[in-house]
Nanobody
Framework: QVQHVESGGGLVQAGGSLRLSCAAS????????IGWFRQAPGKEREFLAA????????YYADSVEGRFTISSDNAKNTIYLQMNSLSPEDTAVYYC????????????????WGQGTQVTVSS
């Protein structure tokens, strides 16, 4: 099974920024949409943003629109999530996955989940 590889997490102070990367594992993304999710301890996995493989359409959760930006580099088979103005509430494990359903925000409609990258925001 294909697993994508997330990276770029770490510890950052409130107000800071991080850029996460999601690399297709050894091949291109096979589905038409790649999304980012996060899961904090004791909480459900939450949709953040998604982008079509062509890069021409993006989707954002209301909670992050304006602070987070999703982008793609098809030459590198990599999707990025630029996160600005981080707060302790953004602390979670961040995951990428893919789907063939445009506009989907439901984790059970995504597949090829990576192992995640931890983001910790200190106050």
């Amino acid at each position: 099974q294909v697993q994508h590889v997330e990276s770029g997490g770490g510890l950052v102070q409130a107000g800071g920024s991080l850029r996460l990367s999601c690399a297709a594992s050894g091949r291109t993304f096979s589905s038409i949409v790649i999304g980012w999710f996060r899961q904090a301890p004791g909480k459900e996995r939450e949709f953040l943003a998604a982008i079509t493989r062509s890069g021409d359409t993006t989707y954002y959760a209301d909670s992050v629109e304006g602070r987070f930006t999703i982008s793609s580099d098809n030459a590198k088979n990599t999707i990025y999530l630029q996160m600005n103005s981080l707060s302790p509430e953004d602390t979670a494990v961040y995951y990428c996955a893919e789907t063939d359903i445009k506009g989907s925000v439901y984790p059970n409609e995504y597949h090829n989940w990576g192992q995640g990258t931890q983001v910790t925001v200190s106050s």
